[in-house]
Each structure stands twice: as C-alpha cells, then as structure tokens.
C-alpha cells in the first residue's frame, strides 16, 4: 500500500521560510509533487518534479519563492518555501504519480494526508 508521509509543516512569520519533505513508502515515482488548498478555496498546485529534477514546474504566483527536488531514488520530494506570505496560508498535500504533465492535479494517483503551513503576518 503506498503511503506518502509529509513533514515540516508550522507556523511562522511573513517573510520566513520553510521546507517541506514527503516521504514514498518502500516506492519510487517518477512525478512527485505539491499543491495547496486554503479553506473555501479550491486546491491549487504548487510545483511539480519529474524524474528526479529533469524537469519541474512551478505556479507563477510562486515562481521565485519555491523550490522543489527530489532525491535520486524518487521516493522523496522536498519543496523549500522562502519570502513566505500570509496567503501561503494552506494544507499543503505531497502528490505521486508515473506521469507529469506539468501542474495537473490529475496525474497524481497518489495523495498524502497533508501537512498545516500558517504565516502570520
């Protein structure tokens, strides 16, 4: 059974930073990613990574401020949040699938529970 293990969730000030990782039980994959979703707001993506950092996608409005990776054995993916802002506010959810197509949500069979970020401004 797969299971995606997330970590580094918290609370912290505007303008600090985080970094979040997930963790593939006993599995690889080729597309790891994250997306968010803030209450009464739909979930949106983060950034995705494909085969171990080939390739990856960012959202334009995060574009500068995230950096996703993934480890060479494709079971973990890590996003490193700096410059955070309040509207960062969210659940962030670790996704995995076989196959990117850049940020959407449905190519990601795989969802872990999530993981609280808060920013206070």
């Known amino acids: 059974q797969v299971q995606l293990v997330e970590s580094g969730g918290g609370s912290v000030q505007a303008g600090g930073s985080l970094r979040l990782s997930c963790a593939a039980s006993?599995?690889?994959?080729?597309?790891m990613g994250w997306f968010r979703q803030a209450p009464g707001k739909e979930r949106e993506a983060v950034a995705t990574?494909?085969?171990?950092?080939?390739?990856?996608y960012y959202a334009d409005s995060l574009k500068g401020r995230v950096t996703i990776s993934q480890d060479s054995t494709k079971s973990t993916v890590s996003l490193q949040m700096n410059s955070l802002k309040s509207e960062d506010t969210a659940m962030y959810y670790c996704?995995?699938?076989?196959?990117?197509?850049?940020?959407?949500?449905?190519?990601?069979?795989?969802w872990g529970q999530g993981t609280q970020v808060t920013v206070s401004s």
């Open positions: 996704a995995a699938g076989s196959i990117c197509r850049g940020l959407l949500g449905a190519d990601f069979r795989y």
């Open positions: 006993g599995y690889t994959f080729n597309c």
């Open positions: 990574v494909y085969s171990g950092g080939r390739k990856t």
